[in-house]
């Protein structure tokens, strides 16, 4: 009897429904009891997939600055390039225009080597007898002289800068012709500064005047800048001045030179008695 009210009441509340939605009732109690229990575990899933998620939009988002890391590298070096061109290209304008302003004829070189054993006071440049290099020709840039060729292979040259303390350049305070200042101008220890010495003490000489060659030398043509006057130790009637010049040419960051094509001729008679005049074996 017990079993069967039992039954009875199940069925009863099986069959039972709410009055507002129609819904049974046990339909409702049993969602109520799973939501109970998939909340949470919904919220623990959920947690993890957006976790593992998480890790993998931080790996691919690593990846991708990798990439972009390494594309801006790549733009900075062609850019830098590019710039490098661009000033290379100005540099040889300016020698090209050098050749166009001078009587001799200018061969376009790049340096490729400095010989460190003598700090610099020479360079190794990439043309040679094939391209009619010969031995002391003058180098320039756009800025002055640079100096003079002392070796000559089939492919390469040397050049001795005017800052080797064993140069020796035949120079003049002011143009030729206007100036009375003659004088003989080396290198000297200090690598940036040149020195002119043999200036007669009563001529007058000041910081800031420009040097040029005379061509007493037999080496250089005349007319080509050395650099500008920045000190001057005054002589006398009897003692000549000791002049330090700044070259006009930046020998320490020059990459591209200019070879004169330059042959020296006989020497008139008057530049040969010039008492100042320096001999060439």
């Not at 009637?237 to 094509?261: K, N, S, W």
């Amino acid at each position: 009897m017990v079993a069967l009210l039992l039954v009875n009441f199940v069925l009863m509340a099986f069959d039972a429904r709410d009055k507002t939605t129609g819904q049974r009732v046990v339909r409702a109690w049993s969602q109520t009891a799973a939501d109970f229990v998939q909340s949470p575990v919904t919220t623990v899933t959920s947690g993890i997939a957006n976790y593992f998620y998480s890790i993998s939009s931080l790996r691919s988002a690593q990846s991708e600055n990798d990439i972009l890391k390494q594309r801006v590298q790549e733009l900075e070096v062609e850019l830098k390039q590019k710039e490098d061109l661009a000033s290379e290209n100005a540099r040889l304008r300016t020698i090209l225009n050098l050749a166009e302003q001078n009587k001799y004829k200018v061969l376009t070189a790049r340096i490729i080597g400095r010989d460190p054993s003598v700090w610099f006071d020479s360079a190794h440049l990439n043309r040679g007898g094939l391209d009619g290099v010969t031995l002391y020709m003058p180098v320039v840039t756009d800025g002055g002289l640079v100096g003079r060729i002392t070796a000559v292979s089939p492919l390469t040259s040397q050049v001795d800068l005017i800052t080797r303390s064993t140069s020796g350049v035949g120079a003049v305070v002011g143009q030729i012709g206007d100036s009375n200042a003659l004088g003989v101008v080396s290198g000297t220890s200090k690598k940036d500064l040149l020195e002119m010495r043999y200036v007669p003490g009563n001529v007058d000489v000041q910081v800031g005047q420009t040097v040029f060659t005379t061509g007493q030398d037999g080496i250089f043509p005349a007319g080509l800048k050395i650099g500008e006057i920045v000190n001057v130790v005054s002589g006398s009637a009897t003692t000549p001045h000791v002049i330090e010049i700044r070259p006009a040419a930046r020998l320490d960051t020059m990459q591209e030179v200019g070879i004169l094509l330059y042959q020296p001729g006989d020497k008139p008679g008057f530049d040969k008695a010039l008492p100042n005049a320096v001999k060439q074996k």
